[in-house]
């Protein structure tokens, strides 16, 4: 998740190289097909990780059910080799980061306990 941060905001620090990819990514997104399911971007983390189920966790009840709902009518959509109704597919707008700041704060919260953990008393 580091990793990406870098090198996003080293593209959103340079106009010329920003206005090169954002259209190669906006079309990379469309032709994935997972709005057109109704998921969205965060909706396809790996939950395996150790970070991704403790932000999972954290999610207020709302968003929490609002995710199981698009994850289970994206899989019956994968079961029956349908799409949504084009007015049902997430917008690009609508498609904003809902865990990515519950995982920020357990990287942080992790990176400060191993400090702490480190520290050594002289």
């Known amino acids: 998740m580091a990793a990406v941060k870098k090198i996003s905001s080293y593209i959103i620090a340079r106009p ?7 259209p190669i990514a906006e079309r990379y997104c469309e032709l994935s097909g997972y ?6 971007y ?6 395996e990780t150790h970070t991704v189920q403790l932000a999972l966790k954290r999610l207020p009840p709302r968003l929490a059910y609002d995710r199981a709902f698009r994850i289970r009518r994206a899989l019956q959509c994968s079961v029956t080799h349908t799409l949504l109704p084009k007015d049902e597919w997430i917008k690009p707008e609508e498609d904003v980061p809902y865990l990515s700041p519950y995982i920020e704060e357990i990287e942080k919260e992790e990176s400060e306990r191993k400090m702490f953990d480190s520290m050594t008393r002289k």
């Open 16 to 22: 010329a190289l920003y206005n090169f990819i954002r």
């Open 35 to 40: 709005r057109k399911v109704g998921l969205m």
């Open 42 to 47: 965060e909706d396809l983390l790996r939950e």
